[in-house]
């Protein structure tokens, strides 16, 4: 019925009629002027039929209505629609009516009954929604008096129960506006809060938000409660960005700004609320206001300063001042910071309007949470605006002295993030470096992680740098392998700014031999590591070098090559032939490593076309290569060890078909039986390392991964057939491999059209013999799929990185047994860096073996992994060793695990369960979870002693 | 109208000897009772003497509100109490009771005992003082009679400083005391609900100041201090005992410590000692990082910094001294201070305000010829340093506080006249309220507009509630009957409970309205006749013939007579009351008349 009426009303909308035009029309126009109504009132009396009356409404719709004869036209338009027979018209004249009462100046009080009147007799559900809708307008214009919505939300709560879907919509729409954003004027603050969370609520759930609660919103920003600013704020902060281009007034003034600067503007203010709650989240909101103009931005790090009425300069500008002139800050002149100009007593504006000083109160405020809140803000705004960075720059600077340490710490990593963006001046680094001397390890690691990312002015930046450096290294000497990648780092970052160091740093003179330093210094490594990565892209530089200089070279390129870089040396033969290949331009050896790795795999793929041994050799060198591929290109070593473990079990699985077995007797071949067991028990292991041990993987690449498993499943199951163990346990076994196969079709059914040809397709095809028949047909059935299938191509995401780890500490070279009683503990500390891990702290673990054989596995604290930058992870924590009392030393081995459960952390299973499956997990695969050692294992000496008595 | 007074006694447009006094609601309440550091003479005092000429003070103040233990605070606090007599209570926070007795003492020791001045308070009479101190927490309202009420806000500062809202029924002042609006490393920041007072008394040391951010300013100090150190100089660092001292310590001590500096860092007086034990004590009066760290270690156990013995001044090499007086006027710091001054190497750093006439403003203001008592002149040499380190608020610090607070009207004391003036000018284009400045001895008189509370009846409640129509929106005035009964208090009732409670007889007010005209029918018929039309014509009311020949609309009675000689003149009666609402007559009149007329006879 609905739909009917619907066409009906679209096809009259759209009939196209011929309009009589109107004779002189600027005469009647005159004459018309003073009684729209009435002529309305004769327009509508002549139309003749529905389509007619229609017409007339339409072009009296284009037309402005006076706000005098507003009412009349009204009541015209009223008394037509009583007597009205047709949808359509009534539909027009109640949206006509929507429209009067938005007229300017008009207050639609006096219509409001007469709206309401017409509700009761309408039948058309269409035209009982264009009513409502023409009530919400009606109501949106009478905002002050409550009898009349009561009333509306009377009327609204009465037609909920229509058929129609519109009018409960627009009943809906009604009830909200009128009954939600009154209550943000209600008396109690409780209310007030709700009304602007329920709000919230409702813009969370996809309702539109109108934008004439902003006006209200900013209202309560200024309430005497703090929940109910705190709401107002996210309120505030939800409108400017739905509205940010629309345009407000300035209040006071004739101006007119974007919503979203006014929006920025004033949620600045409240960076200086008298509640601390208020102000994080105040603080918090300025950062995710990406589209604030830049010069409202700048203004938030502005806060004029004045003495005695005299503009002075910032510290900060006083700093960059002296630097511009070339003169560093000696903070002896006297008054240095006397104020310059004369102010104009009316320009100074003590009440910062709008954003004035908005960071620099809050990265000033006494709640460290507010500081945090700041410093991120900051740190968001900035990565967004280059010109904005520059600036805050200053003030993270000024945060490393900041006296709580999350502060200083969260500050360093923003500046951090922000690195790309400038340049540290003199001064800044100065300031930074001073944070070296930290007492708290994070503090420093974050900082040489800063450094690494830094870009510095000048040499004697680089100077300084070191030489704070080599402090740090001095007064902590554990910091030694992040101090040397720093300098790592700040010498390939900095050549030409070394250059001119290197005499001095390597204290070399024009006459005299100088003495050798001592090659096990860790500073002296330092200031290598420092020169070698810059003569990387400075070739003159080895010129410099002395002669024990090129030795120290070849040795710490052995011995620490992930810090020293190849050097082409003058006089030198490339020692290696690996060298060339890296030296070369980076990128395009990456490009020509990946168009090998691709040409590999497609050769792979015509392995169909070849006899068996061929393909078991051409497998064989491909693995190779790729093994060695992943050596020499450290950006596909991922890619590549994904591959040749991929191919490894391809070929295992080959290998294991591949034996004349199946053509004989079960019991004459027993020993080729036992390695195809095993075979199939190493190509499951190798696709669970393969499914979690690499990040970055497609659910292309899962399902087949999972189909390899599958295939390894169906051999063991052809293989327990054979081994004749009763039929009873090979039904179970039979019924749990065809859930599996019904799983993975689940899982990956949109990856199936993929899979064509391979063993799963040909499996899929059988699946209703297969189910039907007997175990023994069906393992037949399965070893010939089996046999026929081919190999399952592997197309390659972007991106592909193997999860490692290694352990730095302990680092195993240590011959002092940890002693300690037994039956007591020894807590050894152990410093890992992870890489590619998701989530390491529900997924790694520390097993510790005993030479008994027995083995713990220990599950770090979630505190104990810090993140100092992306898709790494540092685990920082105390394992804890006991054992009865040995008669001698004796070392344990500790290694780190990556723990998996398929059915939790598997993305294939989330991939598949999203598309609305009722979460059943299959019981086959909710039950596999173990681990994969994804560390070297690092052995440590221990000794418990027997407890003296 | 009701008013609310205020006269500064002192820092009235004036730095130094703090006294204001308020009389709000009937009630006298004295706020400070400071000290000047720039006289020696009877104008370092307040002048209690406007107060009461002769006799004690007791009689004429309710009580003495101290914001702060400073000296241009409460140094006057003992020549009050015990001297010109006053016996009621004197109202400070925990710390500054522990604190004032200390610097009390301290300043009397200087007065006496070093310059020899007789006619000062005792130290008995300090102890006397301390006596009838009552002491104040945080947001706690303390009752001190049963209409004056206080309570107390953190006002930064130094330690236990508090700013005061004093309220006598809907009418409060609030007065501030000093107090700092940026947190610094041992203090929080200032904050005060949206208390809305009458007055808002404000200090405005800073009016005409914005200063760079504290981390610039710390830096700063800082790199002063270390090159100075570096260069093998000494310096010196004024302060005040208390309060910029701790901050400034706290500030040394954790720089030391990172930089591994090993120069000696002195504190004078034995003073500090006692002092720095309360600032160990009131730890919840301190900052966030204080109040989080104190578990593991009490940021006020110094250990870089020792006590100063006056034999170290000569010491060779370089040296950090915190000496008292902040001002260089007098004490250590003014010995130490001649001692080094020909040294160009040696630095003096200046970390607060300095009053007129004190050595420190001299200094600052770059003059390097000092005329010394006994006719000596000193030649300054060494470095002369400004760091605002004061914790006083900046003209943006007290805007803020203003629209925190939202009062009625400003007024400023405890600043430069001058300066007030340009404050004043930009709060009251800001914020739009009334600010003063009244100098010392001036009055400022502001009238209030208090709310008196009544009492309504919930009868006459239930029975406004049960004619219906909206439920009562508070933000919007409805007009009721009652009558409105002041005895010990004031109370709305009914009317009936009115007249009852008063024993009077309810009178009714009738108006009514004949008139004539002819109608040939009998009365009975006419009455009918007007019934019946009546009942046609306004539907909607209750409408009643009854048998004693009215015809009742509502409460509207009408009646119809014949005059004896002509009984066709009708002589038509209206009668009604006078909550007749006025439309019903004037319907019922011509509608009546009209027909009655136009009827056929």
């Given at each position: 019925m609905a739909a009917h009426l619907k066409k009906r009303v679209y096809e009259e909308f759209s009939k196209v009629v011929q309009i009589p035009h109107e004779e002189a029309p600027s005469k009647k126009l005159r004459l018309s002027k003073p009684s729209k109504s009435a002529a309305l009132h004769v327009d509508l009396c002549k139309a003749s039929n529905s389509t007619d009356a229609l017409q007339y409404l339409l072009q009296f719709a284009r037309k402005p209505v006076e706000v005098e004869s507003v009412e009349g036209v009204v009541r015209i338009l009223l008394e037509h629609y009583y007597k009205?027979?047709?949808?359509?018209?009534?539909?027009?004249?109640?949206?006509?009516l929507g429209l009067l009462s938005k007229t300017?100046?008009?207050?639609?009080?006096?219509?409001?009954?007469?709206?309401?009147?017409?509700?009761?007799?309408?039948?058309?559900?269409?035209?009982?929604?264009?009513?409502?809708?023409?009530?919400?307008?009606?109501?949106?214009?009478?905002?002050?008096?409550?009898?009349?919505?009561?009333?509306?939300?009377?009327v609204a709560c009465k037609h909920l129960s229509d058929t129609y879907f519109g009018v409960r919509n627009k009943c809906l729409q009604l009830i909200y506006r009128s009954i939600i954003s009154d209550y943000f004027g209600d008396q109690d603050p409780r209310v007030r809060t709700a009304a602007l969370k329920a709000m919230l609520q409702l813009h969370e759930r996809g309702m539109k938000i109108h934008q004439v609660i902003y006006e209200q919103a900013c209202r309560l920003l200024s309430d005497d409660y703090e929940q109910v600013r705190s709401a107002a704020v996210q309120m505030v902060w939800v409108l400017s960005l739905l509205y940010p281009e629309s345009i407000v007034p300035i209040p006071s003034s004739n101006e007119e700004i974007r919503l979203v600067d006014d929006a920025f503007g004033k949620i600045s203010h409240m960076v200086s609320d008298g509640s601390w709650m208020v102000r994080v989240q105040a603080a918090k909101t300025l950062g995710s206001m990406l589209q604030v103009s830049p010069h409202f931005l700048v203004q938030t790090l502005d806060k004029k300063l004045m003495s005695d009425l005299r503009r002075k300069r910032t510290a900060h500008e006083r700093a960059k001042e002296l630097f511009t002139s070339g003169e560093f800050s000696s903070g002896r002149k006297w008054a240095d910071d006397a104020p310059k100009e004369k102010l104009d007593r009316n320009t100074v504006n003590l009440i910062a309007s709008g954003a004035c000083g908005a960071f620099v109160h809050g990265l000033e405020d006494e709640m460290f949470e507010v500081r945090i809140a700041a410093v991120e803000a900051l740190c968001q705004l900035a990565r967004s605006s280059p010109s904005f960075a520059e600036k805050c720059l200053d003030f993270l600077v000024d945060m490393f002295n900041d006296e709580i340490e999350e502060v200083r710490l969260q500050s360093i990593h923003v500046l951090r993030e922000i690195s790309t963006h400038i340049t540290l001046r003199e001064d800044q680094l100065d300031t930074v470096l001073a944070v070296l001397e930290d007492s708290s390890r994070d503090i420093r690691e974050a900082l040489h992680e800063l450094l690494c990312y830094t870009n510095v002015s000048t040499k004697e930046c680089i100077q300084l740098a070191l030489l704070e450096l080599l402090k740090n290294l001095n007064k902590y000497p554990t910091d030694r392998n992040s101090v040397w990648k720093c300098l790592k780092f700040l010498g390939s970052r900095h050549p030409t700014l070394v250059l001119p160091l290197v005499p001095e740093l390597l204290s070399t003179h024009p006459y005299f031999d100088?003495?050798?330093?001592?090659?096990?210094?860790?500073?002296?490594?330092?200031?290598?590591?420092?020169v070698f990565n810059a003569a990387k892209s400075c070739p003159t530089m080895p010129a410099l070098f002395s002669d024990h200089t090129f030795r120290h070279y070849a040795y710490l390129r052995d011995s620490l090559s992930h810090l020293v870089p190849p050097l082409r040396l003058p006089g030198r033969k490339q020692v290696f032939g690996l060298d060339s290949v890296d030296s070369g331009s980076g990128s395009a050896s990456v490009e020509s490593a990946q168009l090998f790795l691709q040409q590999s795999l497609h050769r792979v793929s015509t392995i169909q076309n070849l006899e068996a041994p061929e393909a078991r050799e051409l497998l064989n060198f491909t693995i190779r290569d790729l093994q060695r591929l992943g050596e020499l290109q450290t950006e596909?070593?991922?890619?590549?060890?994904?591959?040749?473990?991929?191919?490894?079990?391809?070929?295992?699985?080959?290998?294991?078909?591949?034996?004349?077995?199946?053509?004989?007797?079960?019991?004459?071949?027993?020993?080729?039986?036992?390695?195809?067991?095993?075979?199939?028990?190493?190509?499951?292991?190798?696709?669970?390392?393969?499914?979690?041990?690499?990040?970055?993987?497609?659910?292309?690449?899962?399902?087949?991964?999972?189909?390899?498993?599958?295939?390894?499943?169906?051999?063991?199951?052809?293989?327990?057939?054979?081994?004749?163990?009763?039929?009873?346990?090979?039904?179970?076994?039979?019924?749990?491999?065809?859930?599996?196969?019904?799983?993975?079709?689940?899982?990956?059914?949109?990856?199936?059209?993929?899979?064509?040809?391979?063993?799963?397709?040909?499996v899929c095809e059988l699946l209703p013999r297969l189910t039907s028949c007997k175990p023994v047909e069906m393992v037949k059935i399965l070893q010939s799929t089996l046999r026929q299938s081919g190999l399952l191509q592997l197309s390659l995401p972007e991106q592909i990185h193997r999860a490692t780890a290694t352990i730095i500490e302990p680092t195993g070279e240590s011959d002092n047994p940890l002693r300690f009683t037994s039956g007591l503990v020894v807590a050894l500390d152990i410093d890992a860096t992870l890489e590619h891990v998701n989530d390491p702290q529900n997924t790694v673990k520390v097993q510790v073996l005993y030479p008994d054989g027995q083995s713990h596995v220990i599950h770090p604290k979630p505190g104990d992994f810090r993140k100092p930058g992306p898709h790494r992870h540092r685990l920082i924590t105390q394992v804890y060793l006991s054992h009865t009392a040995w008669t001698e030393p004796s070392q344990v081995e500790v290694r780190l695990l990556l723990a998996y459960s398929s059915s939790s952390s598997s993305s294939s299973s989330r991939l598949g369960w999203s598309d609305g499956a009722d979460g059943v997990i299959p019981p086959s695969e909710a039950t596999v979870e173990g681990t994969i050692p994804f560390s070297k294992p690092v052995k440590v000496y221990i000794m418990p002693k027997p407890a003296r008595r | 109208m009701p008013e609310i007074k205020v006269t500064p006694l002192g820092a009235g447009q004036d730095v130094g000897r703090s006294c204001i006094l308020v009389s709000i609601g009937g009630k006298n309440i004295m706020l400070d009772c400071g000290m000047h550091m720039g006289y020696n003479d009877d104008r370092r005092f307040p002048d209690f003497s406007y107060i009461t000429q002769n006799g004690r003070l007791t009689d004429f103040l309710d009580c003495v509100i101290i914001s702060h233990f400073h000296l241009d605070h409460c140094g006057a606090l003992p020549y009050m109490s015990e001297m010109v007599g006053y016996d009621g209570p004197i109202y400070m926070t925990h710390p500054t009771k522990a604190i004032c007795p200390i610097l009390l003492e301290d300043f009397r020791k200087i007065t006496v005992d070093k310059k020899g001045e007789t006619n000062f308070f005792t130290s008995q009479m300090i102890k006397d003082c301390m006596k009838k101190v009552v002491p104040l927490n945080l947001h706690q309202t303390v009752q001190v009679d049963d209409e004056l009420e206080l309570k107390a806000y953190y006002a930064g500062h130094v330690l236990g400083a508090a700013m005061v809202l004093i309220k006598v029924g809907s009418e409060s002042v609030v007065y501030t005391g000093d107090y700092n609006m940026t947190p610094d490393r041992h203090l929080g920041a200032a904050w005060i609900d949206k208390c809305r007072p009458d007055i808002l008394i404000s200090e405005s040391t800073y009016a005409t100041t914005i200063r760079d951010s504290k981390r610039c300013r710390e830096r700063d100090f800082l790199k002063k201090v270390h090159e100075s150190i570096e260069r093998g100089g000494k310096v010196l660092i004024p302060v005040f005992a208390l309060g910029r001292a701790q901050e400034l310590c706290i500030l040394l001590e954790t720089f030391w410590e990172r930089m591994n500096l090993k120069a000696p860092i002195y504190f004078s007086t034995g003073l500090t000692e006692k002092a720095n034990h309360y600032y160990k004590l009131f730890i919840t009066w301190t900052n966030q990082k204080i109040r989080k760290t104190f578990v593991q270690r009490n940021m006020f156990e110094f250990k870089h910094i020792k006590a100063f013995d006056r034999s170290y001044a000569d010491n060779p090499g370089p040296m950090v001294v915190f000496a008292t007086p902040g001002m260089l006027h007098a004490g250590q710091s003014l010995q130490i201070f001649k001692k080094w001054a020909g040294n160009e190497k040696n630095m003096v750093i200046m970390p607060g305000y300095c009053v007129q006439g004190t050595i420190g403003h001299k200094i600052l203001n770059g003059q390097r010829k000092l005329e010394m008592e006994g006719r000596s002149t000193l030649d300054v040499k060494l470095q002369v340093e400004y760091m605002s380190f004061s914790a006083h608020a900046d003209a943006k610090g007290i805007m803020q506080l203003i629209r925190m607070a939202e009062p009625r009207n400003m007024l400023l004391v405890h600043g430069e006249a001058l300066k007030m003036e340009f404050l004043k000018g930009k709060i009251e284009q800001e914020f739009n309220i009334d600010c003063y400045m009244p100098a010392n001895g001036e009055t400022i008189t502001v009238s209030t507009n208090p709310s008196v509370p009544v009492d309504i009846s919930l009868n006459l409640l239930k029975r406004e509630m049960a004619l219906g129509g909206p439920l009562p929106d508070p933000k919007k005035p409805r007009t009721m009957h009652g009558t409105l009964i002041m005895k010990e208090n004031v109370s709305l009732v009914s009317s009936e409970q009115a007249l009852k409670e008063l024993g009077l007889n309810e009178h009714q007010l009738r108006f009514t309205c004949r008139v004539q005209l002819q109608d040939p029918h009998s009365d009975l018929d006419t009455l009918h006749r007007i019934y019946t039309h009546l009942k046609s014509l306004l539907k909607g009311y209750t409408i009643q013939h009854v048998p004693d020949g009215t015809v009742m609309v509502e409460s509207i009675v009408i009646k119809v007579s014949s005059s004896a000689e002509d009984p066709n003149n009708k002589v038509l009666l209206l009668s009604w009351s006078y909550q007749v609402e006025y439309s019903i007559i004037t319907t019922i009149i011509p509608a009546m008349l009209n027909y009655l007329m136009s009827s056929p006879t």
């Open positions: 009205e027979t047709d949808n359509s018209v009534r539909l027009k004249i109640a949206s006509l300017q100046g008009f207050t639609p009080d006096c219509i409001v009954d007469d709206a309401i009147n017409t509700l009761s007799n309408e039948k058309s559900h269409q035209v009982l929604a264009q009513l409502l809708d023409t009530l919400l307008v009606i109501g949106s214009q009478l905002p002050d008096t409550p009898t009349i919505r009561l009333r509306l939300i009377h100088t003495p050798e330093p001592d090659m096990d210094d860790p500073a002296y490594i330092a200031v290598l590591v420092l596909l070593a991922g890619a590549a060890d994904f591959c040749a473990t991929f191919l490894r079990c391809q070929l295992l699985l080959m290998k294991a078909l591949q034996e004349k077995l199946w053509n004989v007797a079960v019991p004459l071949c027993l020993k080729q039986n036992v390695t195809a067991t095993a075979a199939a028990q190493q190509i499951l292991e190798e696709t669970y390392k393969l499914e979690f041990l690499y990040s970055g993987l497609e659910s292309r690449q899962v399902a087949t991964i999972h189909h390899v498993r599958l295939q390894a499943k169906a051999l063991q199951l052809i293989l327990y057939a054979r081994s004749r163990q009763g039929l009873d346990p090979l039904i179970s076994c039979c019924e749990k491999f065809l859930q599996d196969v019904e799983s993975f079709q689940r899982l990956f059914l949109s990856e199936l059209p993929h899979l064509q040809d391979s063993f799963m397709d040909r | -």
